[in-house]
């Protein structure tokens, strides 16, 4: 923190320096890019939706229950990542980590049975080159599947730096802002789930 700026004790941490307060307005315009990406990815899969050759039916294919539980498991793991980010306002370092740990462990779950889905799927006939609908389905999928991959390998990484430096203006910042990147693909989930599994499973 440069010497001219002062803690207050009524902003939290994150906010407390000029290089928080920037880069955390910095990555609200990076996500806005994110949108972008995910945008044109629901936009490619709703023109090719009905283009599904000879290829099996996704109502044939996709399994509520399972597709409930990984949007639990996400949602809930949301939810713990607001209270690692309570804990870590609050300067309680060691709570923080078990809600890390929890957002963690439920984030590895919900890939796990993505992959899962995604083995499943291909053993039924449903791949990649198996129609255009198949095609986009799983760019969108596997991007979003993607990108939580790499925030849980982020915010391992912050963990390691906060147990080395301590709760910071820099390190509180870093991962707020990864609260944020985890809070966004929680929101493409939901459209995920609703545009791509509800109606999915009604209408094809």
């Not at 090719?48 to 109502?59: F, Q």
């Not at 999928?141 to 820099?170: E, N």
Request: hydrophobic share 55%.
């Amino acid at each position: 923190m440069a010497a001219h700026e002062t803690i207050n004790p009524n902003q939290p941490l994150e906010y407390q320096s000029a290089e928080g307060r920037n880069n955390i307005l910095g990555f609200w315009i990076f996500l806005s890019a994110e949108f972008a990406l995910f945008a044109t990815l629901f936009a490619s899969y709703f023109v090719l939706v009905d283009r599904n050759a000879d290829a099996v039916r996704a109502a044939d294919l996709f399994d509520l229950n399972l597709v409930l539980i990984m949007t639990f498991l996400l949602l809930t793991s949301s939810f713990t990542c607001g209270l690692a980010i309570h804990e870590m306002r609050a300067g309680r370092m060691n709570r923080m980590f078990v809600w890390i740990g929890l957002t963690l462990l439920l984030g590895l779950g919900f890939v796990g049975f993505e992959i899962y889905e995604f083995v499943h799927y291909a053993h039924e006939g449903a791949t990649l080159s198996a129609s255009a609908h198949w095609s986009a389905f799983f760019l969108l999928l596997g991007t979003h599947g993607l990108h939580v991959s790499i925030g849980i390998g982020w915010i391992v990484l912050l963990v390691i730096q906060m147990k080395k430096r301590g709760l910071t203006p820099r390190t509180t910042s870093k991962f707020f802002i990864a609260s944020l990147y985890w809070h966004f693909l929680d929101v493409v989930w939901i459209m995920i789930f609703t545009g791509v599994y509800l109606l999915g499973m009604e209408w094809m």
